[in-house]
Protein backbone atom coordinates (compact mmCIF):
# COMPACT_ATOMS: atom_id res chain seq x y z
CA UNK A 1 0.00 0.00 0.00
CA UNK A 2 2.72 2.36 0.70
CA UNK A 3 4.35 1.38 -2.27
CA UNK A 4 1.33 2.49 -4.26
CA UNK A 5 1.19 5.93 -2.92
CA UNK A 6 5.08 6.63 -3.61
CA UNK A 7 4.60 5.44 -6.98
CA UNK A 8 1.75 7.44 -7.22
CA UNK A 9 3.49 10.27 -5.91
CA UNK A 10 6.53 9.78 -8.42
CA UNK A 11 4.14 9.72 -11.37
CA UNK A 12 2.46 12.70 -10.42
CA UNK A 13 5.53 14.77 -9.62
CA UNK A 14 7.28 13.57 -12.99
CA UNK A 15 3.68 14.56 -14.76
CA UNK A 16 3.90 17.89 -13.48
CA UNK A 17 7.89 18.32 -14.12
CA UNK A 18 6.87 17.91 -17.68
CA UNK A 19 4.36 20.63 -17.52
CA UNK A 20 6.67 23.15 -15.93
CA UNK A 21 9.39 22.50 -18.45
CA UNK A 22 8.55 25.06 -21.44
CA UNK A 23 8.00 23.76 -24.87
CA UNK A 24 11.42 25.29 -26.28
CA UNK A 25 13.19 23.08 -23.29
CA UNK A 26 11.18 20.03 -24.66
CA UNK A 27 11.54 20.06 -27.82
CA UNK A 28 15.82 20.86 -27.32
CA UNK A 29 14.98 17.13 -25.25
CA UNK A 30 13.32 15.78 -27.88
CA UNK A 31 16.11 16.49 -30.41
CA UNK A 32 18.98 16.24 -28.67
CA UNK A 33 19.06 13.29 -26.79
CA UNK A 34 21.75 12.43 -23.79
CA UNK A 35 23.77 10.26 -25.80
CA UNK A 36 25.44 10.59 -28.83
CA UNK A 37 23.85 9.69 -32.09
CA UNK A 38 26.66 7.51 -33.35
CA UNK A 39 26.95 4.82 -31.10
CA UNK A 40 23.36 4.65 -31.65
CA UNK A 41 23.20 4.21 -35.39
CA UNK A 42 26.07 1.89 -35.20
CA UNK A 43 24.04 -0.08 -32.24
CA UNK A 44 20.81 -0.19 -34.15
CA UNK A 45 22.68 -1.49 -37.75
CA UNK A 46 24.05 -3.74 -35.46
CA UNK A 47 20.67 -5.64 -33.88
CA UNK A 48 18.90 -4.76 -37.66
CA UNK A 49 21.86 -7.06 -39.34
CA UNK A 50 21.02 -9.68 -36.43
CA UNK A 51 17.64 -10.18 -37.13
CA UNK A 52 18.25 -10.28 -40.94
CA UNK A 53 20.38 -13.07 -39.69
CA UNK A 54 17.95 -14.61 -37.81
CA UNK A 55 15.36 -13.86 -40.26
CA UNK A 56 17.45 -15.26 -42.71
CA UNK A 57 17.71 -18.86 -41.18
CA UNK A 58 13.98 -18.81 -40.49
CA UNK A 59 13.61 -18.20 -44.47
CA UNK A 60 16.03 -21.42 -44.96
CA UNK A 61 14.13 -23.58 -42.44
CA UNK A 62 11.09 -22.76 -44.06
CA UNK A 63 12.44 -23.56 -47.64
CA UNK A 64 13.10 -26.59 -46.33
CA UNK A 65 10.17 -27.65 -45.28
CA UNK A 66 8.46 -26.35 -48.01
CA UNK A 67 10.48 -28.70 -50.32
CA UNK A 68 9.50 -31.72 -48.37
CA UNK A 69 5.93 -30.94 -47.36
CA UNK A 70 5.94 -30.93 -51.73
CA UNK A 71 8.11 -34.43 -52.39
CA UNK A 72 5.16 -35.63 -49.45
CA UNK A 73 2.32 -33.93 -51.29
CA UNK A 74 3.78 -35.47 -54.97
CA UNK A 75 4.11 -38.93 -53.32
CA UNK A 76 0.37 -38.85 -51.82
CA UNK A 77 -0.84 -37.30 -55.20
CA UNK A 78 1.14 -40.38 -56.84
CA UNK A 79 -0.33 -42.68 -54.60
CA UNK A 80 -3.73 -41.27 -55.41
CA UNK A 81 -4.46 -40.41 -51.70
CA UNK A 82 -6.39 -37.45 -51.96
CA UNK A 83 -7.24 -36.82 -48.20
CA UNK A 84 -3.21 -36.53 -47.48
CA UNK A 85 -2.70 -34.64 -50.86
CA UNK A 86 -4.88 -32.08 -49.74
CA UNK A 87 -3.96 -31.57 -45.83
CA UNK A 88 -0.52 -31.38 -47.48
CA UNK A 89 -1.49 -28.64 -50.30
CA UNK A 90 -2.87 -26.52 -47.90
CA UNK A 91 0.19 -27.19 -45.16
CA UNK A 92 2.16 -25.94 -48.34
CA UNK A 93 0.25 -22.90 -48.75
CA UNK A 94 1.14 -22.05 -45.10
CA UNK A 95 4.53 -22.47 -45.39
CA UNK A 96 4.79 -20.22 -48.69
CA UNK A 97 2.77 -17.36 -47.19
CA UNK A 98 5.01 -17.71 -44.21
CA UNK A 99 7.77 -17.83 -46.08
CA UNK A 100 6.39 -14.62 -48.18
CA UNK A 101 6.23 -12.73 -44.96
CA UNK A 102 9.67 -13.48 -43.51
CA UNK A 103 11.16 -12.89 -47.10
CA UNK A 104 9.48 -9.10 -46.96
CA UNK A 105 10.20 -8.74 -43.21
CA UNK A 106 14.05 -8.99 -43.98
CA UNK A 107 13.73 -7.04 -47.28
CA UNK A 108 12.21 -4.36 -44.73
CA UNK A 109 15.28 -4.58 -42.19
CA UNK A 110 17.77 -4.77 -45.12
CA UNK A 111 16.20 -1.23 -46.45
CA UNK A 112 16.30 -0.09 -42.62
CA UNK A 113 19.76 -1.48 -42.46
CA UNK A 114 20.92 0.50 -45.74
CA UNK A 115 19.19 3.98 -44.40
CA UNK A 116 21.37 4.06 -41.24
CA UNK A 117 23.80 3.26 -42.91
CA UNK A 118 23.20 6.08 -45.40
CA UNK A 119 22.86 8.26 -42.44
CA UNK A 120 25.91 7.56 -41.21
CA UNK A 121 28.03 8.56 -44.24
CA UNK A 122 26.18 11.70 -44.31
CA UNK A 123 27.23 12.54 -40.62
CA UNK A 124 30.74 11.83 -41.53
CA UNK A 125 30.89 13.78 -44.80
CA UNK A 126 29.05 16.41 -42.60
CA UNK A 127 31.73 16.14 -39.50
CA UNK A 128 34.37 16.27 -42.09
CA UNK A 129 33.55 19.56 -43.96
CA UNK A 130 32.33 21.22 -41.06
CA UNK A 131 35.14 22.92 -40.35
CA UNK A 132 35.08 23.89 -44.43
CA UNK A 133 31.99 25.61 -43.51
CA UNK A 134 33.56 27.54 -40.76
CA UNK A 135 36.25 28.84 -43.35
CA UNK A 136 34.13 29.41 -46.67
CA UNK A 137 31.85 31.48 -44.05
CA UNK A 138 34.59 33.88 -43.06
CA UNK A 139 36.37 34.10 -46.41
CA UNK A 140 32.26 35.06 -47.40
CA UNK A 141 32.19 37.95 -45.02
CA UNK A 142 35.99 38.72 -45.57
CA UNK A 143 34.67 39.11 -49.49
CA UNK A 144 31.82 41.15 -48.51
CA UNK A 145 33.76 43.84 -46.59
CA UNK A 146 35.94 44.27 -49.05
CA UNK A 147 33.99 44.84 -51.93
CA UNK A 148 32.04 47.30 -49.72
CA UNK A 149 35.53 48.72 -49.59
CA UNK A 150 36.02 48.73 -52.81
CA UNK A 151 32.72 50.63 -54.11
CA UNK A 152 33.68 53.16 -51.63
CA UNK A 153 36.99 53.65 -52.88
CA UNK A 154 35.39 53.82 -56.33
CA UNK A 155 32.73 55.91 -55.66
CA UNK A 156 35.14 58.58 -53.98
CA UNK A 157 37.27 57.94 -57.29
CA UNK A 158 33.94 58.54 -59.76
CA UNK A 159 33.37 61.97 -57.40
CA UNK A 160 37.02 63.36 -57.73
CA UNK A 161 37.22 62.97 -61.37
CA UNK A 162 34.13 64.72 -61.96
Not at 13 to 37: C, I
Not at 52 to 74: A, G, H, P, Y
Amino acid sequence: MISEVKVVAQFSKNWTKDELKGFSERLKEAVKPEESLKPRLEQASRLNQAQITNLDNRLLRLQERDSSIFKSMTLAIQKHDTQTSSALSKELAEVRKMAKIVNHSKIALEQTTLRLDTIQNLRDMIAILAPAVGVIRDIRIGTGQLHARSRARNGQDWQHSK
